[in-house]
């Protein structure tokens, strides 16, 4: 009989309550700080989206901290102490040092709980890219894989899971050093909608620069088309996140849909959370889905 685990993940991965609760899949709720208040990342129970994001957009600050050691510590203790093997899935660590934070918790409760397996996987991904691999690794395990197993099988396919963002309001981007003042500026004022992506170091970077919405929409419809596993037969589930802008998210769906006929009620739609959100701000959209590995893309362009 296969020895029961749990498969956990950080709040950033964009997934809302129900979502985790429904699955069974315990979170670590990271904080934020908004207009100089300290807020736990709570899935936007307490403050809800559109507050959010309408106080980024009159003027309220917005600050992140990573999750130290000590929070992962009593986190991983809270699930190994009922018995079960731990696999637990990080932000990025090209965005976000929270991996090292984790891993060095996993190595303290390995000591602490030496028959346990506990292992830790940087995502390489955010937002719901990062919850779009943690949906698949519980479906392996729903359908009979132990947890060696699908370790193993995560670290081997995570750079499959792709995401590609665009953003029509530079604002927050400038502000966070993800794009230069000069170039935000300048973008801005020709209408330009960046096309970015997360690449295989799980760091942000500018693919494209795209003149209007509509065009950029279409633009990061287009890099499906390139990349989906089984091309324009992809059937496997998609998330899309967005920052106060379902309509701009609710367009990608229907030409996903359009561009892709099977994928057809497999869809979800979901906020960029506080965490990410604090440093996109609102009008970001991401497109989700599973393709051929970024980093054979990128040592073949």
Avoid at 32 to 40: F, G, I, K, M, R
Avoid at 110 to 116: H, L, N, S
Avoid at 194 to 209: A, C, F, N, T
Avoid at 242 to 251: G, Q, T, Y
Wanted: glycine residues 8%; contains cysteine.
């Amino acid at each position: 009989m296969m020895k029961p685990y749990v498969i956990s993940a950080c709040s950033p991965a964009d997934l809302n309550k129900k979502y985790f609760e429904e699955r069974n899949i315990p979170y670590l709720c990271f904080e934020y700080e908004l207009a100089d208040t300290t807020y736990t990342d709570d899935l936007f129970e307490s403050v809800s989206a559109s507050d959010f994001y309408q106080a980024m957009v009159d003027g309220a600050m917005t600050r992140t901290s990573q999750m130290n050691q000590i929070g992962y510590e009593e986190f991983f203790e809270s699930i190994l102490q009922e018995g079960n093997d731990l696999l637990h899935f990080t932000l990025s660590s090209g965005i976000s040092g929270t991996y090292n934070s984790a891993r060095m918790a996993a190595e303290v409760m390995r000591e602490k709980y030496p028959e346990r397996k506990i292992y830790v996987v940087d995502s390489k991904n955010a937002s719901s890219g990062f919850g779009l691999l943690v949906e698949r690794a519980k479906e392996l395990q729903e359908s009979g894989m132990d947890i060696d197993t699908l370790h193993e099988w995560i670290e081997a396919h995570k750079l499959e899971c792709h995401a590609w963002f665009f953003s029509g309001d530079l604002t927050f981007f400038i502000r966070g050093g993800r794009i230069s003042k000069t170039a935000g500026t300048i973008g801005s004022m020709l209408r330009i909608c960046p096309l970015m992506q997360v690449d295989s170091e799980g760091k942000l970077v500018v693919r494209q620069k795209v003149h209007g919405k509509r065009k950029v929409i279409r633009a990061m419809v287009e890099k499906m088309e390139e990349y989906a596993e089984n091309g324009y037969d992809y059937n496997w589930k998609i998330f899309i996140s967005h920052s106060n802008c379902l309509e701009d998210a609710d367009a990608v769906k229907a030409l996903v849909e359009e561009k892709f006929p099977n994928t057809k009620g497999k869809i979800t739609i979901f906020n960029i959370g506080p965490v990410i959100g604090a440093h996109t701000g609102p009008g970001t959209v991401t497109l989700f889905f599973w393709g051929k590995n970024r980093a054979e893309i990128e040592k073949n362009a």
